[in-house]
């Protein structure tokens, strides 16, 4: 005879679809429902900082583009300051969402090119953008990071913490002068490494 449990059952879980753009960014669905989207929009011409242009796409186990996913952007200043710590800059949002264009499954965001931040023990991080992804299909918004090609991300202790130093590779964009392409893989031979915050 089976023991009856004495606690709930878990329940199934749940994806953030089929909606998602609908729900975080109703105007690249093609809804005119608010005057300003949160997170998007230019930033002040006066926010200290070389401006810098990341493009890319995020692309599913099976090689396409996934074109319903929102990006959530998180980055210090160019002194690498966050919000709230005195001296950083005024007007700097320090985040932004970005979705990629319907047709191609690109994806572009303007910002400035980030500060060296301290890390745990008052280690440097090198310069990065956090990401965070949702889209329909994934049950948990994915975690990860973006690097610069031409920044000395040596030292950087949570790209450390990676063991296979191809790995790192994933989070790393290529180019120079302002302008970087970084690709997201969810799944597949050259998916990104995605952290457990």
Known sequence: M?????????????????YVHIGLAPGAAGFDIYDHE???GPMPDDVPGDRIRITGCVFDGMGSPVRDVLIEVWQADAAGLYPGQPGSAEGFRHWARVV????????TLDTIRPGVVPGPGGRPQA?????????????????????????DNGADPVLNLI???????????????????FDIHLQGEKETVFLDV
């Open 2 to 18: 089976v023991q009856p449990l004495s606690y709930l059952k878990e329940t199934p879980s749940q994806t953030a679809g089929p």
């Open 100 to 107: 990629p264009d319907f047709d191609t499954g690109m994806f």
């Open 163 to 181: 063991e296979q130093p191809h790995r790192r590779l994933t989070l790393i964009a290529d180019g120079a002068d302002g302008h970087y392409h």
């Open 127 to 151: 310069p990065h953008l956090s990401l965070w992804l949702v889209a329909r299909g994934i049950n948990t918004g994915l975690q990860t990071r973006m690097y610069f090609t031409d920044q």
């Open 38 to 40: 949160l997170g998007f």
